[in-house]
């Protein structure tokens, strides 16, 4: 199984937009594109906290009530991409920003963090105000 690989983090200012990436690390894999994928983050001392997921073919997606409105999930199968758009951040959304893929494909997406089998390094996102 190839891990995921998240990129697009940063420094932003408060009501500001960052867009985050997550890939396979093997960007001509296949099974990338039959997984489900979540965005989590988790901040120091804090536990991992769900932000959003997708469903394989991007049919299904879910956000938390945290970031509903702000944060969109996408994905585009063509490249074996999927994308975290986040906008009108706010300093709470200051964390390392975390990207899973489900252990089997064409599965529903979870929100518990514990449903996820493969976990990519983290992206750092940093809002100030």
């Known amino acids: 199984q190839v891990l995921p690989v998240e990129s697009g983090g940063g420094l932003v200012q408060a009501g500001g937009s960052l867009r985050l990436s997550c890939a396979s690390a093997?960007?001509?894999?296949?099974?990338?594109?039959?997984?489900?994928v979540g965005w989590f983050r988790q901040v120091p001392g804090k536990a991992r906290e769900f932000v959003a997921a997708i469903n394989w073919n991007g049919s299904f997606t879910s956000v938390d009530d945290s970031v509903k409105g702000r944060f969109i999930i996408s994905r585009d199968n063509t490249e074996n991409m999927v994308f975290l758009e986040m906008n009108r951040l706010k300093d709470e959304d200051t964390a390392v920003y975390y990207c899973?893929?489900?252990?089997?494909?064409?599965?529903?997406?979870?929100?518990?963090?514990?449903?996820?089998?493969?976990w990519g390094q983290g992206t750092q996102v940093t809002v100030s105000s």
């Open positions: 899973a893929t489900s252990a089997r494909p064409y599965t529903s997406v979870a929100v518990a963090s514990t449903e996820w089998a493969y």
């Open positions: 093997e960007r001509s894999s296949s099974t990338f594109s039959s997984q489900a």
